[in-house]
């Protein structure tokens, strides 16, 4: 994921170096591979990372606790 994160991550593309064959055809192997890491990816970046925060916070605090925690 490091290549992911260093490009994608900080706003640039992603080359994914897809072969075509000799059809004309991206490979069966190549198209299976690219739909599981996006698989991976969706299920990686699947909840918005300040409301997962805002969640822990919320849960963290004791019934008792006063804070004061913005609304979304």
Known sequence: MK????SVGRNTNLLLGMVIDNRGLIPAFD????????KYLQMRFDRSLPRAARERLLKSNSPGHCSSIPSS
Request: glycine share 8%.
């Open 3 to 6: 290549w992911y994160y260093e």
């Open 31 to 38: 198209v299976k591979t690219v739909e599981e890491f996006g």
